[in-house]
């Protein structure tokens, strides 16, 4: 692992937390569609992202896929774990290859154990975490299509370095739960606007104002509350 974290949750960690979780801290690619957790299956790691993005998904017994989250550099995979649990009803996986860094579940139990303030610190990252989760439920209830592929963008676009994002439209719709006709009509509107650059695989954001402008309420509280909870990372 590098002397100085990517992933910003472990940069916001204090030098003495760092060092109980370095040793047990492995370099790994995550490669598009790579599973960091599936659904109802012992979690045997947890993924520090530090680039690219994963996707977690909500899935009903009759494999109805819903996404409902999104994990980047500014987080981690495992939320069950240091909630004192093994598993999850959703899966997660790379939507948008990169790679991190990886810690076994129970070496991050005994570290947090170890460590009061590491322990904290990767609740207050849930806490962010489950603050996205409850307004992509808000946006899916009643947000319209263009608002909630705005926002889903904006997201997107937060966890990347650079303005283009390797998206596709049957991707989208999986994600936002809708059918692939309707996310094509959708990227047409926002790119007549202005707003992206639709093309095969990928996105390219031209107005990130104007973005913020199409998704309107849904956008931004679980942002906010992420640099109200890492002030310094973010």
């Keep these: 692992m590098r002397s100085q974290p990517r992933n910003r949750l472990l940069a916001a960690l204090s030098r003495k937390e760092l060092e109980l979780l370095r040793p047990n801290l492995r370099a790994v690619d995550l490669p598009v569609r790579h599973v960091l957790e599936a659904q109802a299956k012992r979690i045997e790691h947890v993924y520090f992202l530090e680039a690219g993005i994963a996707s977690v998904v909500a899935v009903q017994s009759h494999q ?7 994990i980047g550099f500014e987080g981690m995979s495992g939320l069950a774990v240091i909630l004192g649990d ?16 990886r810690i076994s579940s129970d070496a991050l139990r005994k570290a947090a154990a170890k460590s009061p303030g590491l322990h904290k610190t990767l609740l207050k990252f849930a806490q962010a975490f489950i603050v996205q989760t409850s307004h992509t ?47 094509t009509e959708t990227l047409q509107t926002l790119s007549k606007q202005g707003l992206i650059k639709p093309s095969r695989g990928e996105i390219t954001v031209l107005d990130r104002q104007g973005l913020e402008l199409s998704a309107g309420d ?5 942002e906010a ?9 973010a």
Excluded: C, K
């Excluded at 109805?64 to 999104?70: A, D, I, K, N, P």
């Excluded at 592929?149 to 596709?168: C, E, F, G, K, Q």
């Excluded at 849904?218 to 679980?222: A, D, E, L, R």
């Design 225 to 233: 509350e992420y640099r109200r909870l890492f002030p310094r990372s």
């Design 137 to 183: 439920a808000i946006a899916n209830a009643h947000a319209r299509l263009e608002e909630r592929l705005a926002r889903w963008i904006l997201m997107a676009h937060d966890r990347v370095v650079n303005a283009t994002i390797p998206l596709t439209h049957e991707f989208l719709s999986l994600m936002l739960g809708v059918r692939r006709a309707g996310v």
């Design 86 to 101: 093994h598993q999850t009803p959703n899966t997660t996986y790379m939507q948008v290859g990169g790679e991190g860094v």
């Design 64 to 70: 109805t896929q819903v996404e409902v989250g999104l």
């Design 218 to 222: 849904s956008y931004g509280v679980p």
